[in-house]
């Protein structure tokens, strides 16, 4: 089982870098940087995870800036978005810039999505609430086009992109990996029809147990003719809890991703030298 840390990150927080290296260091797989473009004041909407909206979900930068200085300032450490608001962006700049964080960092791009959960914020955008998984999904499929033809195009019910040249393409082939995030079993079903792994948030109110639905999801995978082996499951929120993190691994999950504040190095630097010990006693 690899080991992941997400962060906020903020013009308070650690920096890409220094986080990355400290990440690195301690045996660190990935880091997850995840997106909100604005909040707005509004703030009709409830936060997907309940209580009160952290300031950092105002304050966090861009996930493709900072995860570029992370993987520049390290050689192994693969970088992820967690998640990517697809439903908020251009569907040919995106598919561009996942192709081009992939070749800076020499292939270590893990694409994560989500379908977010601010109606407002993404009707800032011209999202609308209520189709924003069917976009996800075709924004989706139209970056597969672009990441792997030569001349791509792709016409669905919402996105529509016309015959066009466009690189570079990625580095891994045939595209780096769509990890799709959210709850069971709406986004377990997404990541089954068109994703490259399932990422459940331990942290959600809704869950006394992220892993009982692991014998469904199993089911389901192969109901659907696909191979366990494609659809990795990572578990955002992980704990800091020995056994159970070796629960996790015996269980089959691929990643345990905890999620850490957005502070600076005097503060996280201890919490990280404490995973270190625990990332140390679950592999070995």
């Not at 004041?41 to 950092?56: H, I, M, N, V, Y």
């Not at 959210?182 to 029809?193: M, T």
């Not at 696909?226 to 691994?249: M, W």
């Not at 269980?251 to 404490?274: N, Y």
Request: net charge neutral.
């Amino acid at each position: 089982m690899d080991f992941g840390a997400s962060m906020f990150f903020t013009d308070y927080s650690m920096t890409p870098a220094e986080l990355g290296q400290a990440l690195e260091a301690r045996g660190f797989e990935s880091v997850w940087a995840p997106e909100h473009s604005h909040i707005p004041s509004s703030r009709l909407t409830p936060p997907a995870g309940g209580g009160e909206l952290g300031k950092q979900y105002y304050d966090v930068m861009d996930p493709f800036v900072t995860l570029t200085a992370a993987a520049m300032a390290t050689k192994t450490l693969k970088v992820a978005t967690g998640v990517c608001l697809v439903i908020q962006r251009d569907t040919v700049q995106t598919a561009k810039l996942v192709a081009s964080i992939d070749q800076v960092s020499g292939g270590r791009f893990l694409f994560g999505i989500g379908g977010g959960w601010n109606a407002e914020e993404m009707a800032d955008h011209g999202t609308a609430f209520a189709t924003r998984f069917k976009l996800m999904r075709e924004r989706i499929a139209a970056m597969k086009e672009i990441w792997t033809r030569s001349e791509p195009e792709y016409h669905g019910e919402i996105v529509d992109v016309p015959k066009m040249r466009t690189w570079p393409k990625p580095v891994q082939k045939p595209h780096p990996p769509i990890i799709v995030g959210g709850a069971f079993p709406q986004s377990a079903r997404r990541a089954i029809r068109y994703g490259d792994g399932w990422v459940p948030n331990a942290s959600r109110p809704q869950y006394a147990d992220v892993t009982e639905f692991l014998p469904q999801f199993r089911q389901m995978t192969a109901e659907a003719g696909r191979d366990l082996a494609t659809i990795p499951v990572s578990i955002f929120g992980a704990p800091e809890n020995l056994d159970r993190l070796k629960r996790f691994r015996d269980q089959g999950i691929a990643r345990a991703v905890v999620t850490l504040p957005s502070a600076k190095g005097d503060e996280i630097l201890p919490v990280l030298d404490r995973w270190a010990v625990l990332i140390r006693q679950t592999v070995h």
